[in-house]
T-cell receptor, first 110, second 115 residues
Framework: QKEVEQDPGPLSVPEGAIVSLNCTYS??????FMWYRQYSRKGPELLMY????GNKEDGRFTAQVDKSSKYISLFIRDSQPSDSATYLC??????????FGAGTILRVKS | DAGVIQSPRHEVTEMGQEVTLRCKPI?????LFWYRQTMMRGLELLIY????????DSGMPEDRFSAKMPNASFSTLKIQPSEPRDSAVYFC?????????????FGDGTRLSIL
C-alpha cells in the first residue's frame, strides 16, 4: 500500500464549477501538507501549504486537512480553463523530504 | 531571476549507454533534490543534498544510479548502464532552508527514453 493515495482521474468539469481534489495517507507522522500544480511538460509548482489540521484559503483555492481521518482536500471555486493541470498532494513528517501522491488530472472545459 | 535549469530537456539513448542529467539550482538555495516521475510510480524522491553534501539517498533505485554536487551551482545524476525501465521524466528542485513550508522550486525536467 502506498503511503499517499490519490485518484489519478481525469476529472473533467465545466468552467465555473467547484472542484474537489483529495488525498488519503497512512502515516500518522505526517504533519506538513502541500498541494502542487503541474502543467503539461512543466515541473510542479507549490500552490498551497498547510501545517497540521485545519483550513487555509488563498483566493479561489482552499486546502483542508483532517488528521484524524488522514484525509486532505483542495477545493477550487469558480474553476477556469487555466486551472487545467495535474494536481499533486505532498506531505512530510519534518523538514523537506516530501512524499507525493500520484496526481489528479483536472480538465476544465470552457 | 532564473529558475532551476535542467539539461538536456530530452534524451533518447540505447540500453547500456551512460546517461548524465544536469541541474543548476536557483542561486542561494542550499537544498537540491532529484526526483523521478513515471505514470506507474508518480513523483519519487531519489536523493537530496544540503550544502552540496548528500543527506538522503534512500530513494536511489540501484547502484547504477549516482548523483554528485561538486559545487553550489551544479549537480549531476548519472545512470550507468541505462535500462529501458529507467525511462521517465527526471526533475531537479531546489529550496532555501530545511523547513517544510519552504517551496521546492522545480525545473522543467529531463524526459529520458531508453530504447
Amino acid at each position: 500500500q502506498k503511503e499517499v493515495e490519490q485518484d489519478p482521474g481525469p476529472l473533467s468539469v465545466p468552467e465555473g464549477a467547484i472542484v474537489s481534489l483529495n488525498c488519503t495517507y497512512s502515516n500518522s507522522a505526517f504533519q506538513y501538507f502541500m498541494w502542487y500544480r503541474q502543467y503539461s511538460r512543466k515541473g510542479p509548482e507549490l500552490l498551497m501549504y498547510t501545517y497540521s489540521s485545519g483550513n487555509k484559503e488563498d483566493g479561489r483555492f482552499t486546502a483542508q486537512v483532517d488528521k484524524s481521518s488522514k484525509y486532505i482536500s483542495l477545493f477550487i471555486r469558480d474553476s477556469q480553463p487555466s486551472d487545467s493541470a495535474t494536481y499533486l498532494c505532498a506531505m512530510s513528517k519534518y523538514g523537506n523530504k516530501l512524499v507525493f501522491g500520484a496526481g489528479t488530472i483536472l480538465r476544465v472545459k470552457s | 531571476d532564473a529558475g532551476v535549469i535542467q539539461s538536456p530537456r530530452h534524451e533518447v539513448t540505447e540500453m547500456g549507454q551512460e546517461v548524465t542529467l544536469r541541474c543548476k539550482p536557483i542561486s542561494g538555495h542550499d537544498y537540491l533534490f532529484w526526483y523521478r516521475q513515471t505514470m506507474m510510480r508518480g513523483l519519487e524522491l531519489l536523493i537530496y543534498f544540503n550544502n552540496n553534501v548528500p543527506i538522503d539517498d534512500s530513494g536511489m533505485p540501484e547502484d547504477r544510479f549516482s548523483a554528485k554536487m561538486p559545487n553550489a551551482s551544479f549537480s549531476t545524476l548519472k545512470i550507468q548502464p541505462s535500462e529501458p525501465r529507467d525511462s521517465a521524466v527526471y526533475f531537479c528542485a531546489s529550496t532555501l532552508g530545511g523547513r517544510s513550508n519552504q517551496p521546492q522550486h522545480f525545473g522543467d525536467g529531463t524526459r529520458l527514453s531508453i530504447l
